[in-house]
């Protein structure tokens, strides 16, 4: 930031470089203002004199960048300021402001409606603090783009105003004065004024002419011309418009307007070309005088040109345009190709040879096309073109041997010979019905295409080159809403089609395209060799593409063997694009993919029988149900992927079953990173786990944000070149250490921040209780503990056979060192603590005592004992539970004597009796039976208690984290899987 007090004296000018003003909510990543500098100018007189209000007389924009958007009525993104309660607010005394070599686009969704300024210079002045004032401005701009409703009015044209705009603000009227306006060659005056006679109701009074009248400054506007310059033209042309009347777009009203353009023999030779257009004639008038433009007129009396003495010609008129329009007119000429070339610029083309003829004739009221009443229906009309070829530069040529066209009111019909693009060939017939329905907002327009191809080559077509060097694309799709059901019936069949590396053949497809609503009935190929099929449909399509709604759609997919590598960017040929690929998930969009296949080759796994169903859905993809056959086992596979955040998070759960240690180590990067004991394993295991993290490069998980839970089972197996074990064995003299044998085994882990953490477990392994758990660090450092308590008769056995007398040595030998006597006992304890890394493992082996029992033995004692220990604060609790017993058996007895009483007076005594001696009998029995159940319940449960508190109560929580994972439970809250 700069302060002057010189620059602007008696002002201080404050300058803010660099400003950039970003969009937050839904403008998110939108920059509204990026400016080189911001200038403003501050009075100095407030400084000195408190009662004077602080203001600014001049604001200044420097080579900015001004993106505005209008989403809605409310909805702007440059309404950007807070209500302040501060009442000594800087007041806007703007005598001066200005924008220098700006940029400016401004996009108004209600209309719609784009405008795109380049090198813009605007300057303004007046005292606008006055309500009531004359501002005088001056605007230019190097490149002026305009496009409403789909429509592109100019492209990139140079313009420029100069004009005072007198301006009531009590009065909301902008009057526009003494002005000019000029677009490329095309000079205009205009005046009028806008009046907002309140929240809905908008005054319009204007009219605009062209004062140069000539043909050769009206083409210089139009938008495919305007960026070529005439070398000569003549002929008169004149552009007027008045426009006065109220406008509500919220009611549809709408200010009368007369539009009138008239080209009077109009000729035009462009630069570097020798054939002049010639005989331009155009009489063209567009009116309303209602408010509801019900008496709308389009009248083209007369619109022609001609080159090389060939003429195309045509008349169009439309009366009632808003009620029952009647539309009527014709078409006529034929042309030369060839010739036209010459006459128009057409600077990517190398070649266009041919002739089209074609006449039209047409009259028909809108009713009765809703009608479909054929009888005062004309539409009648020949298209033929013959020899066909086409070549831009950079692209393959394009011939056509024959196209013909016929209509009717009940159809238009189409059929070609051969269409030679490139090495592709194609054939196309089809037929539009009712095509007169294009005028209808009740009835749809329904048809038929037949496509038939040998080859098609797609590589010669996704080249750089072969696109061109335009850069223009559609701001807005035009209003085709009225069609959403009108659709075409397509039979496609193409024998081979190559895209890519990939060759497809035997393709063939039958399916209704709607505007909204597409049908894919059958789809068959075969890509790569491998057979492929699909069919579903998919909802919204325009609405999605127009940005105004969801795609929705439910496919099924079934292939025989796909290779998904094959569609995988190769990481040789660009590693450092692969390594940054993030797969994102696009918005507005709600698809369902069933899918079966027999063979999916990914990465470097091989899948079989592969099945799964997969719902995209708001930047996230739900996968449910996914299963296949690998490795001699099977994986099974659900989750969630969500690219809503920089950094894609997902959330799974995989189960893995009957899978061989080696082979899954070999195809899984996380077991190699997890579990790198894996590679020493052989042997079979099962695995449940929920993992949840976020992916990185290259789509693999970033391990520091990973945390997963779950259990490794491992059915059958053994422990082999395991350095550590290895190392143990050998310094115990236990072989059986050396190779360890695991079979039936279940480990619990769970990983956070990076390390993984194992669970005790314990385990007796060839009569040698070992008990473990530890940590370890993703590529780093181990830190386990494992106590293994040897039989000393195993030990004694090994001495007297002379294989093992060592290890018994050095466990002596040790237990000195620590001052442990290990002389006594049945069991030997050794201590084992495992550190460093996989490859480069430590190990201390140390004595730590002796025992008298096993692993086992210590658990059903101490279990024994608190059971003992429970039994007397149980003695309570059984009491309670009798007396409980009692009073509920006693409610029934009393129940059953009322009924008693009901009977018979001399038989009433005899009753009860043995009612209350049958209550008796089941009160007793009732009572030992539920008595004895509570007290072994509770002294089971008591048990349970006991084991979860001493060795498994983490485990419980892990066990309860796997059963009770669903990343789904937020989603069903929207409706979705």
């Known amino acids: 930031?700069?302060?002057?007090?010189?620059?602007?004296?008696?002002?201080?000018?404050?300058?803010?470089?660099?400003?950039?003003?970003?969009?937050?909510?839904?403008?998110?990543?939108?920059?509204?203002?990026?400016?080189?500098?911001?200038?403003?100018?501050?009075?100095?007189?407030?400084?000195?004199?408190?009662?004077?209000?602080?203001?600014?007389?001049?604001?200044?924009?420097?080579?900015?960048?001004?993106?505005?958007?209008?989403?809605?009525?409310?909805?702007?993104?440059?309404?950007?300021?807070?209500?302040?309660?501060?009442?000594?607010?800087?007041?806007?005394?703007?005598?001066?402001?200005?924008?220098?070599?700006?940029?400016?686009?401004?996009?108004d969704f209600t209309l719609p409606l784009e405008v795109n300024l380049a090198n813009l210079n605007h300057k303004g002045s007046g005292d606008i603090a006055d309500v009531v004032f004359d501002l005088n401005t001056s605007t230019t701009a190097d490149s002026l783009t305009l496009v409403f409703d789909g429509f592109t009015y100019l492209t990139k044209v140079k313009a420029s105003l100069d004009a005072v705009f007198h301006i009531d603000l009590d009065k909301q009227l902008f009057e526009l004065k003494d002005n000019t306006l000029k677009v490329n060659k095309l000079t205009g005056t205009g005046d009028g004024y806008v009046q907002f006679l309140d929240d809905e109701n908008m005054k319009l009074a204007a009219s605009v002419k062209t004062t140069g009248n000539s043909f050769g400054d009206l083409i210089s506007i139009f938008p495919y011309l305007s960026a070529y310059n005439t070398a000569k033209a003549s002929g008169q042309a004149t552009f007027?418009?008045?426009?006065?009347?109220?406008?509500?777009?919220?009611?549809?009203?709408?200010?009368?307007?007369?539009?009138?353009?008239?080209?009077?023999?109009?000729?035009a030779v462009f630069e570097s070309l020798n054939t002049p257009v010639k005989d331009?004639?155009?009489?063209?008038?567009?009116?309303?005088?209602?408010?509801?433009?019900?008496?709308?007129?389009?009248?083209?009396?007369?619109?022609?040109?001609?080159?090389?003495?060939?003429?195309?010609?045509?008349?169009?008129?439309?009366?009632?345009?808003?009620?029952?329009?009647?539309?009527?007119?014709?078409f006529l000429g034929g042309v030369n190709l060839e010739n036209w070339t010459k006459a128009f610029p057409l600077p990517n083309l190398e070649m266009l040879k041919g002739r089209v003829d074609g006449k039209l004739d047409f009259s028909a009221k809108k009713s009765d096309i809703d009608k479909e009443n054929y009888s005062a229906i004309v539409f009648d009309g020949q298209f033929k073109a013959a020899n066909i070829l086409y070549k831009a530069k950079g692209s393959p040529s394009i011939s056509v041997a024959s196209a013909n066209l016929s209509a009717s009111p009940q159809r238009v019909s189409v059929e070609t010979g051969a269409i030679?693009?490139?090495?592709?060939?194609?054939?196309?017939?089809?037929?539009?019905?009712?095509?007169?329905?294009?005028?209808?907002?009740?009835?749809?327009?329904?048809?038929?295409?037949?496509?038939?191809?040998?080859?098609?080559?797609?590589?010669?077509?996704?080249?750089?080159?072969?696109?061109?060097?335009?850069?223009?694309?559609?701001?807005?799709?035009?209003?085709?809403?009225?069609?959403?059901?009108?659709?075409?019936?397509?039979?496609?069949?193409?024998?081979?089609?190559l895209f890519g590396n990939h060759v497809v053949s035997g393709m063939t497809g039958v399916g209704t395209l709607g505007l909204e609503n597409v049908e894919v009935k059958t789809f068959r190929m075969n890509l790569d060799g491998s057979d492929l099929s699909f069919n579903?449909?998919?909802?919204?399509?325009?609405?999605?593409?127009?940005?105004?709604?969801?795609?929705?759609?439910?496919?099924?997919?079934?292939?025989?063997?796909?290779?998904?590598?094959?569609?995988?960017?190769?990481?040789?040929?660009?590693?450092?694009?692969?390594?940054?690929?993030?797969?994102?998930?696009?918005?507005?969009?709600?698809?369902?993919?069933?899918?079966?296949?027999?063979?999916?080759?990914?990465?470097?796994?091989?899948?079989?029988?592969?099945?799964?169903?997969?719902?995209?859905?708001?930047?996230?993809?739900?996968l449910s149900g996914l299963s296949a056959n690998t490795m001699g086992g099977k994986i099974g596979f659900d989750g969630l992927y969500s690219s809503k955040n920089t950094k894609p998070e997902f959330n799974v759960k995989l189960d893995l079953s009957k899978l061989e240690f080696v082979k899954a180590y070999e195809k899984f990067v996380t077991m190699k990173q997890l579990a790198p004991i894996a590679k020493y394993i052989t042997g079979v295991f099962n695995t449940t786990l929920v993992m949840e993290g976020k992916l990185g490069k290259g789509m693999m998980p970033d391990f520091s944000s990973l945390t997963l839970s779950g259990f490794i089972e491992t059915l059958s197996g053994y422990v082999k070149g395991f350095k550590p074990l290895a190392a143990v064995g050998d310094k115990l003299g236990i072989k059986e250490l050396s190779q360890l044998e695991l079979k039936d085994t279940r480990n619990w882990f769970d990983m956070k921040d990076g390390t993984v953490e194992v669970k005790e477990f314990t385990k007796n392994?060839?009569?040698?209780?070992?008990?473990?758990?530890?940590?370890?660090?993703?590529?780093?450092?181990?830190?386990?503990?494992?106590?293994?308590?040897?039989?000393?008769?195993?030990?004694?056995?090994?001495?007297?056979?002379?294989?093992?007398?060592?290890?018994?040595s050095f466990l002596e030998k040790e237990a000195g060192k620590y001052g442990v006597s290990i002389g006594q006992g049945e069991f030997i304890d050794v201590k084992v603590n495992l550190g460093g890394t996989i490859s480069s493992p430590t190990v201390s082996i140390i004595p730590v005592g002796t025992s008298g029992k096993s692993f086992k033995e210590e658990v059903n004692d101490e279990i024994n004992d608190q059971i003992n220990k429970a039994k007397d604060s149980l003695d309570k609790v059984i009491q309670k539970k009798k007396e409980e017993i009692k009073d509920t058996i006693r409610t029934r007895a009393e129940e059953e004597i009322e009924k008693a009483k009901g009977k018979a007076e001399e038989k009433a005594g005899e009753v009860i009796e043995q009612t209350k001696d049958k209550i008796k009998k089941e009160v007793e029995s009732k009572v030992d039976t539920l008595v004895g159940k509570a007290v072994s319940d509770s002294l089971k449960k008591k048990a349970e208690e006991v084991l979860k508190d001493k060795s498994g109560k983490e485990i419980e929580d892990l066990k309860n984290k796997v059963k009770d994972w669903n990343p789904f439970k937020k989603k069903k809250a929207g409706g979705a899987p």
């Open 536 to 622: 579903g449909k998919l909802a919204n399509v325009y609405s999605y593409f127009t940005g105004q709604g969801t795609l929705n759609g439910d496919l099924n997919v079934w292939a025989g063997s796909f290779d998904a590598n094959k569609f995988m960017v190769k990481s040789e040929s660009a590693a450092p694009v692969a390594d940054s690929i993030l797969f994102t998930v696009p918005e507005r969009v709600n698809l369902k993919l069933n899918t079966k296949i027999d063979k999916l080759i990914y990465t470097n796994m091989e899948l079989l029988n592969f099945t799964g169903d997969a719902l995209v859905q708001d930047k996230t993809i739900a």
């Open 420 to 497: 030679n693009m490139g090495r592709s060939d194609a054939q196309l017939k089809g037929e539009i019905l009712h095509p007169m329905a294009y005028f209808s907002v009740v009835k749809n327009i329904t048809g038929k295409v037949a496509l038939n191809s040998t080859l098609l080559d797609m590589n010669e077509w996704n080249s750089p080159s072969a696109i061109g060097a335009t850069d223009l694309k559609p701001t807005f799709m035009p209003d085709l809403s009225a069609y959403k059901f009108s659709h075409i019936d397509a039979d496609v069949k193409i024998d081979q089609l």
């Open 765 to 808: 392994i060839a009569g040698i209780d070992l008990k473990g758990s530890g940590t370890h660090r993703v590529k780093g450092k181990m830190d386990y503990v494992f106590l293994l308590r040897i039989p000393r008769e195993m030990m004694k056995k090994n001495v007297v056979t002379g294989t093992l007398d060592k290890g018994l």
């Open 240 to 267: 007027t418009a008045e426009v006065n009347g109220v406008f509500n777009r919220l009611k549809s009203l709408y200010p009368a307007f007369d539009i009138l353009i008239d080209i009077d023999n109009g000729s």
């Open 280 to 330: 331009v004639f155009a009489d063209i008038r567009i009116k309303s005088t209602r408010p509801d433009m019900k008496d709308l007129e389009v009248d083209i009396r007369k619109l022609s040109m001609a080159v090389n003495n060939e003429k195309i010609s045509g008349q169009l008129n439309i009366k009632n345009g808003m009620s029952d329009p009647l539309f009527k007119g014709n």
């Open 1 to 107: 930031m700069d302060v002057s007090f010189l620059r602007s004296f008696p002002e201080v000018a404050i300058t803010v470089n660099d400003l950039k003003v970003m969009g937050l909510d839904t403008f998110y990543g939108n920059t509204l203002l990026d400016a080189k500098a911001l200038r403003m100018d501050f009075s100095l007189l407030p400084l000195f004199n408190k009662n004077l209000p602080r203001s600014i007389k001049y604001i200044g924009l420097q080579s900015a960048n001004l993106d505005l958007i209008i989403l809605n009525d409310t909805l702007t993104n440059y309404l950007i300021t807070k209500p302040s309660k501060d009442s000594s607010m800087v007041e806007f005394k703007l005598e001066d402001y200005e924008l220098n070599d700006c940029k400016l686009k401004y996009t």
